[in-house]
Each structure stands twice: as structure tokens, then as C-alpha cells.
């Protein structure tokens, strides 16, 4: 059996009401079996022989009420094989909890903080998850940046001794998911490269264009020269065959949610009250001139 040896960060953003997992392995699609969260519940790693029940189980009592430290006390408590577990606990008020068994290949071992907690097994040195800690206390920002530049940092000071395979990112809020259906807000894994890392930084780059929130200076009304350069645009990728009048009316509004539509920007673009924003329009331009 392999275990999914690995270094990982668990960790609660209390001002934006998030619970994340960042997660570096040597190890095929380990985030797949390393990363557990839910809004309002918490957030989980289990790693190293990972006992996959522990993950749905932590997130079952800690929606319920139950400390990430007791959590982290029942799941190994009646596991025989906890000598081989590792675990990394942060429950819905942000309390951190982890558990190193002494049965894992050194270098193995956590460190908690406030709405965090760092582990990991195989490592070349406990400078891994001392770089991880610091770096997340010292980054502003999102949690799910400081997540990633947590793992920047782990992988820096030494990462996994057999070397880097895959790596995964999930952070979850109330209704944070596409749509405002679910709470899975950000859920990016790269399961085989030779640097998960850095793919999964421009992964995580791609999911600001696409789904970030744009900031309120940055809307344009869709009228003058804004209209007429998106029905230029339109017209150019061929969705368009009227006037060029700078007028947002039901034709232009049909072309420029086919265009939208098409390079997946729907969360920029306010087709109702006639609103697009300014990263869109840039990126509209170098699609279209990249097509044409």
C-alpha cells in the first residue's frame, strides 16, 4: 500500500468565514485523498497511510459542535493504526488541532498556530512546516494565497525527500461555489507534474479571471466607447452583423453574451443593468486578436 506521504496546511480565514487545504506529495492525485472540508464545519488533512474515514467523520462532529482537539482525540482513539496516521484538524470556530503518529517515516511532525495547523511525513527536514508557518503568519491576502504561497515555501525549504508529484488546493464558504449552490469555492488540483506547485499558482490565477470578485471601480458601463469597441469585438469573432452605433441594445446584448459565454467570463459581465469589467474587455481583446 502507499501511503500519501506528504506536507500539508489546514487553516480557517475568520474575516471572509473560509476553511481551507493545501496540500504537496510525491504521490499521485493526493489531494484527492488528503483534502476535507465544509463551510461552517471545518476543514481536514489525513495523510500518511491516510485513513480516508477521517475526513468525513472530523467534518461530521465539528458541524456539530465538537473541538478540533477532541475531533483529533476520537479519530485515533480506536484506529490501530494511528502509529502510521497523520492528521491536521481546523473546526468551524478556527481552533487547530494535528497528530503526528510515531509509526511515520521521519522527518514527520506538525505545527500548530492560531487558524492553523502544518504537517508532514517524508520530509527532508522539520524546515518544511517551519517555512510553511511563517510564510502563511507573514502573507495578506485571501487564505487560499496564503495557502499556496504556504506550500511555496514548504517546497523551498526542503518539500517531500522522494520529490514533487501533485498538488491540490480546496477552500470553501457559505454559497462560495459557481452559481451560489455550493460551498466549494475554490477546488484546483494538479494530480501529475514535475512542478505542482507552480501549476497550481497559475491554476489559482485562472480562477481570479474567471470567478473573482470584481472590485467596484473596475465596472464599465456598457455605452459610447465601451459598446462600440464590444461590438467591434462581437463583430470581429463573427457573432455580430449590426451597426457600430455604441448603443447596448437586444443585439448587442445577445452578441456580447454569446462572446462572454464563450471565453467563460459570465461573472464579469452584468448583462441586465449593461455592465462589463475591465479585466474582461482586456481579455475579450486578446482572445479575439489571438482568433483572428
Request: with cysteine; net charge negative.
Amino acid at each position: 500500500m502507499q501511503r500519501p506521504s506528504t506536507f500539508s496546511i489546514v487553516a480557517y480565514d475568520p474575516q471572509r468565514g473560509e476553511w481551507g487545504v493545501a496540500v504537496q506529495s510525491k504521490f499521485l492525485a493526493a489531494a484527492a485523498v488528503v483534502s476535507w472540508a465544509r463551510a461552517a464545519a471545518g476543514a481536514v488533512a489525513t495523510q500518511s497511510y491516510a485513513n480516508t474515514s477521517y475526513g468525513p467523520r472530523a467534518l461530521e462532529w465539528m458541524a456539530q459542535g465538537v473541538s478540533a482537539e477532541e475531533v483529533v482525540a476520537r479519530l485515533v482513539a480506536d484506529d490501530e493504526g494511528r502509529a502510521q496516521r497523520q492528521v491536521g484538524v481546523v473546526d468551524a470556530q478556527g481552533r487547530a488541532a494535528a497528530f503526528t503518529g510515531d509509526g511515520c517515516l521521519p522527518w514527520a511532525g506538525h505545527i500548530i498556530g492560531t487558524h492553523y495547523t502544518c504537517q508532514g511525513n517524508i520530509l527532508v527536514d522539520e524546515r518544511t512546516v517551519q517555512a510553511m508557518a511563517e510564510t502563511f503568519e507573514a502573507t495578506s491576502g485571501e487564505l487560499a494565497e496564503r495557502l499556496v504561497a504556504a506550500l511555496a515555501a514548504g517546497q523551498a525549504a526542503g518539500g517531500d525527500r522522494r520529490g514533487q508529484q501533485s498538488a491540490g488546493l480546496l477552500v470553501v464558504r457559505e454559497n462560495g461555489g459557481y452559481g451560489g449552490f455550493n460551498d466549494r469555492y475554490i477546488d484546483l488540483r494538479v494530480d501529475d507534474d514535475p512542478r505542482p506547485i507552480e501549476k497550481l499558482r497559475q491554476l489559482l490565477d485562472l480562477h481570479h479571471l474567471y470567478f473573482g470578485q470584481t472590485r467596484p471601480e473596475d465596472w464599465l458601463r456598457i455605452e459610447g466607447d465601451v459598446a462600440r469597441d464590444l461590438q467591434q469585438l462581437a463583430a470581429r469573432a463573427g457573432l455580430y452583423n449590426g451597426p457600430v452605433h455604441g448603443e447596448y441594445d437586444a443585439a448587442t446584448r445577445a452578441a456580447l453574451r454569446a462572446l462572454v459565454g464563450i471565453e467563460n467570463l459570465e461573472e464579469r459581465l452584468r448583462e441586465e443593468d449593461g455592465y462589463i469589467d475591465a479585466v474582461a474587455l482586456q481579455v475579450l481583446h486578446e482572445r479575439v486578436e489571438q482568433a483572428t
